[in-house]
Every structure is written in C-alpha cells, then in structure tokens.
C-alpha cells in the first residue's frame, strides 16, 4: 500500500540514507584470512552463519491481536489462519522504509528497471523523483517469496552495496527458507501507530496487505482474482489501471494491477486510500463490482474478511521510550507496550 498522495481523488496510497553499509563479502573474506582460502568461502559462510547468527524469532498472531498491540521494535509473526503469510511489524515508517523501498522500486514501483537492483544514489533519486521520503514510499508492503529471492541474488551479482536492514531481511528470508527455488511464502508489513499513521489507519493497511499475503500463497485464490480482471470491462480495467498508476504502480504489470484492484476493491474500505470518485465511477457501480467479487470468492480463510469490520483498536496506542530501527541481539520484544499473548512458532 503506497504514500499518501495529494492527487486529485485524495486518496491514500497503501506500499517506505541509511547508516554505513555492511559488506558481508568483504567480511567473509577478512575472515577467511584473504585470497588463498576465497574458494572456501561458500562452505565457511554456511558454517559462520550457523555458529554465529541468532534466529530471529517468529511467533503466530491473528488480524485483531496485530491491531491491538504497539511494536516499540521490529516484531516478526506468522499470520495465524496461513503460516506461510509472515508479518513484519515496524516501529516506524523509517524503519519499514530502509528495510524494502529498495525491494519496492525493484519490484513494482514505476519508472525504475525491475531487472537490476537500484544504488544508493539511484534509490534516492528514484524516491525524490516519486515525491516521497524513505519513510512515505509505501504505508505497507507486500512481496512473494520468489520476488525477494530474485532480488537477493541480483543485489550480490550486481554488487550493490546493501544497509543493515536489508541484510536482516535476508537473514530472515534464509531462516524461513524463502531463499530456495520454488518457496512458496509471502512478507507482509505495516508501521507502528503514530504521527501520520492513527491505530484505525494501522489496521486498515493490515487488511490491505493480509489480502496480498493469501493472493500469493493460495493458488485458487489468485486464480479467481485473475477471472475476476478478465471479466472486467476494458473500460474498468482502465479505471483501475489509472488509479494504480497515479499512485505510483508500473501500470505494465499486469499481475499487479490485479492484485492491487482486489486488495483496494474488496479490503480497503476506507475513503482515504480508496473511494469511489478515484476511478471515476458512482458508489453505486463501486458497490455493483464488489458484490459480484465477493459473490463467488473461494471459501477459505481470507473470504470472511470481504465482509467483516475492521478489529477494533485503541483509541491511541501509548508511546514507544524508544523507536529503534531494527532489533539488536537480546532485545527482541516491546519494551513498553504489547498485548495479545503471541504464540512462539
């Protein structure tokens, strides 16, 4: 889910230089003792991971204990109903923004290549160019398994130089697996509440995102949602096309287009991220074409949420003593605020 944007349907879009970068290869390599042992280098970097890496740890949350809780850190859960939808909960924009704004722009942001991995210096421009900040590229972000792991190997090939918040998502995606071939899994994320994100808007970005998370770990489902753009009118698809592509979208993919039509449609009811003057059409025809989506969704975990209220959530979320941008060893729960019970996996 992107930025706000200040266009004319004042709309929300749903999808955000960062400290001295570390070079893992150039850390292998002191360690390895230089060029005579460089052919060792895969072996001992398995093995240096295992020894010296400490998981990250990853509990199971539901919709409604994700919307009442504050994470004061990075905070890593399951999404309860489908293990293999992860959630990412960020103390701040800030922080969500240094982690994937470069997997954004790789992925799907327009007017950027998606065969090659942006610098520092391309990524700033890229985001100055977009009118956004780290922190405002994206309120909420949403990538499949097999998109990250593309990114991965491109950055290393590439030489691109990665922050210490990238390289904590890798490390992620290696204890999930997700770096393998054929992984089937998705990262969802959204910010902490505060400043330009109340707890309400907290939890409608979570719904969004929860959309796209079952969209790419259930078959069937995204099945339906590609019948569903077929059966669109060309001047629909249009409609929604030109939406995404003002809010920052590369509106030639066609498989994102589809995904964000159904997330924005069906999970996104509020009039500040998605209304129906910003595709041109009455609530009445907006109604019309949620009905007939919902109408022969496939029965399984996401279905209810088509039509069920938002959680409830705190009126205010209290303040974190200190919003840190990613966790350090030892340091892996709130400090302040954080209710709900999580589940360890």
């Excluded at 004042?10 to 230089?17: K, Q």
């Excluded at 893992?24 to 060029?35: E, I, K, P, T, Y």
């Excluded at 290696?174 to 907290?202: C, K, S």
């Amino acid at each position: 889910m992107g930025a706000r944007r200040g266009n004319e349907d004042d709309t929300v879009v749903i999808r955000r230089v960062s400290p001295e970068p570390v070079g893992r290869r150039s850390v292998l390599h002191a360690g390895l003792g230089g060029a005579a042992t460089f052919l060792l280098a895969a072996g001992f970097g398995a093995f240096w991971w295992q020894r010296r890496v400490k998981p990250i740890p990853i509990g199971t949350a539901t919709e409604a204990q994700i919307d009442q809780t504050q994470p004061c850190e990075t905070i890593v859960t399951y999404l309860a109903p489908d293990k293999s939808v992860v959630i990412i909960d960020f103390p701040s924009l800030e922080a969500q923004g240094l982690t994937l704004d470069r997997v954004a722009a790789f992925v799907e942001k327009a007017g950027v290549p998606h065969n090659s991995v942006l610098g520092d210096a391309a990524l700033s421009a890229a985001i100055t160019a977009s009118g956004d900040t780290v922190a405002s590229y994206y309120y909420g972000h949403d990538y499949q398994a097999g998109d990250l792991a593309r990114f991965f190997i491109l950055a290393q090939s590439e030489n691109i130089a990665l922050n210490p918040q990238e390289l904590w998502l890798k490390q992620l995606l290696r204890q999930l697996g997700w770096l393998a071939p054929g992984a089937n899994g998705a990262i969802i994320t959204l910010p902490a509440a505060g400043g330009d994100v109340p707890p309400e808007m907290r939890a409608v970005i979570l719904r969004h995102e929860i959309s796209h998370g079952a969209f790419y770990t259930v078959p069937e489902y995204r099945h339906y949602v590609e019948q569903f753009w077929a059966s669109l009118t060309p001047d629909d698809r249009a409609a929604f096309t030109g939406f995404l592509g003002r809010q920052g979208y590369d509106t030639s993919l066609t498989e994102l287009m589809l995904n964000e039509t159904q997330a924005y449609l069906i999970f996104t009811r509020d009039p500040r991220f998605f209304n129906a003057a910003a595709i041109g059409k009455t609530e009445a025809e907006v109604s019309q074409l949620r009905q007939g989506f919902i109408a022969s969704m496939p029965d399984f975990w996401l279905t209810p949420l088509a039509t069920a209220p938002l959680p409830p959530v705190p009126v205010a979320m209290a303040a974190c003593p200190e919003k840190q941008a990613m966790l350090t060893a030892g340091k892996r729960l709130c400090l302040c605020y954080r209710t709900g019970g999580l589940a360890s996996a």
